[in-house]
């Protein structure tokens, strides 16, 4: 029996030994398996990270082109407004002497002239509604508020669709990018109702909501397909978020046949309010 002894006790040790190698080569698997997991994971959150900065800049860059693109629609506005404007309005009074200066009996030259008067006057008109279009410079001299009621108005005489205009807002006054981003956003939204809605009214309101600025356009039409919503070559729609992302605000457009459709954007008025935005 005591020959037997140490056969027990290194069969044990052995088994031990056995046991513990295998512990330990468990750990060492699992160890890897976590070391490989935390390195993924720290991958993705790098990757994630630079694709974050990545949009950043590219909404940086958006908001700089359109910054220069409204620069630009600025000096031409002015161009038009200042070399044709004021030419036709030159020829407009020249063919006003010329018209007193005819008599009652040179009746084809009369007529003549009331139809070029009148064409000079349709090219003022045109000249004035481009140069609008090109540049709001309304929105200078009537304010936003102002300004988005006299969309809707205008909206109206294009299209035939009444349009109403609703705010809470008083006299709250807007700097000049927010104005012009939330109007080209009014602007685009209004002309997609005007295109693509088949409506019968339309509602276009600006509200302040807490510490929020909210744009609704809304209208009763056949109301937007939910893939048109998410469709990344709808250049409109991107825009229009574009233009939204710039202000820090968000954009929301839902749909529906029975319900139409309403177009929200929400902007911090921090971002907006003259002397506020950071």
């Not at 005489?157 to 006299?171: K, L, M, S, Y």
């Not at 039409?221 to 992302?245: F, T, Y």
């Not at 046949?257 to 309010?273: A, E, M, Y």
Request: glycine share 6%.
């Amino acid at each position: 029996m005591s020959r037997r002894k140490p056969q027990v006790r290194t069969s044990n040790t052995r088994i031990k030994e056995h046991e513990a190698l295998i512990r330990a080569l468990k750990t060492h698997q699992v160890d890897a398996i976590v070391g490989e997991r935390h390195i993924r994971v720290l991958r993705l959150k790098q990757a994630e990270e630079e694709l974050e900065n990545s949009r950043d800049q590219l909404r940086a860059l958006a908001a700089q082109l359109q910054s220069i693109r409204e620069n630009e629609r600025a000096v031409i506005a002015r161009g038009i407004h200042d070399e044709f404007g004021q030419t036709l309005t030159s020829l407009q009074l020249g063919l006003s002497w010329i018209a007193a200066q005819v008599t009652p009996k040179q009746q084809p030259l009369q007529e003549k002239i009331r139809t070029l008067s009148a064409l000079v006057t349709t090219m003022i008109r045109s000249v004035k509604r481009i140069a609008i279009a090109l540049r709001p410079g309304v929105l200078d001299e009537l304010g936003l508020m102002k300004t988005l009621k006299s969309e809707a108005r205008e909206f109206k005489r294009h299209t035939g669709i009444p349009c109403r205009f609703e705010t809470n807002i008083g006299n709250a006054k807007f700097d000049r990018a927010g104005s012009v981003a939330i109007f080209r956003i009014a602007q685009a939204a209004l002309t997609n109702v005007a295109r693509h809605a088949k409506a019968s009214r339309a509602i276009l309101a600006l509200r302040k909501r807490k510490k929020d600025l909210i744009l609704t356009v809304y209208d009763n039409g056949k109301g937007i397909p939910r893939e048109k919503v998410s469709n990344h070559n709808s250049l409109g729609i991107i825009g229009m978020r574009e233009r939204a992302l710039a202000l820090d605000g968000t954009l929301t457009l839902t749909g529906s046949k029975r319900k139409g459709t309403t177009l929200r954007v929400r902007i911090p008025l921090s971002r907006v309010l003259a002397g506020t935005a950071s």
